[in-house]
């Protein structure tokens, strides 16, 4: 696949992971965007239930999580299978849930936004319309696992702008 600069890439799935208000939405817009690859935001595909069960300050549970996680890898391998490269939105914040997705995306790259908890709370606090509360940012730190070794991908500063962040990303993707 070709990205809308003329560069090769081999990766046609690539997940911006991170906890709520990491920024996923804004970097995985623009790079999608970049890539001309479909953008998916995951959070499109939570069912009633985990919404409200959020909205309400309640943590998922991994029972909540999981058939979500399985509709956000068929999106994934949906776009795929009609040739387009994504970008996906997602929390992604265990291994078992970045497994989940590799389970229909293999080559998936991960790209995790790394950021200390008193950013990100201010992040939270600056956006009302959050599906999450704040209240809920410590829970999602507490399940955060980050990228491991083995895992492919990459982690990036929060404290950058998405631009710097998107050119990074796409300069990664490319070598």
Known sequence: MTSSEGTSLLVRSVVVMGVAGSG?????????????????D?????SPENIEKMSSG???SDDDRYPWLH???????????????????CSALRRAYRDILRLYAPDAFFVYLEGS?????????????????????????????????????????????????????VAELAS
């Open 24 to 40: 996923k939405t804004t970097v995985a817009r623009a790079l999608a965007a970049r890539l001309n690859y479909a953008f998916i």
């Open 71 to 89: 509709s956000v890898g068929r999106r994934i391998e949906s776009e795929a299978s009609n040739q387009r490269g994504t970008v996906t939105a």
């Open 117 to 169: 908890p008193e950013v990100i709370h201010a992040r939270i606090e600056s956006r009302r319309q959050e599906i999450i509360s704040g209240s809920l940012l410590a829970s999602q730190f507490a399940v955060l696992e980050p990228l491991r070794e083995d895992e492919r991908g990459m982690r990036v500063d929060i404290e950058r702008s998405p631009e710097v962040i998107v050119n990074d990303i």
């Open 58 to 60: 309640h943590p998922l």
């Open 42 to 46: 995951a959070d499109w595909l939570h």
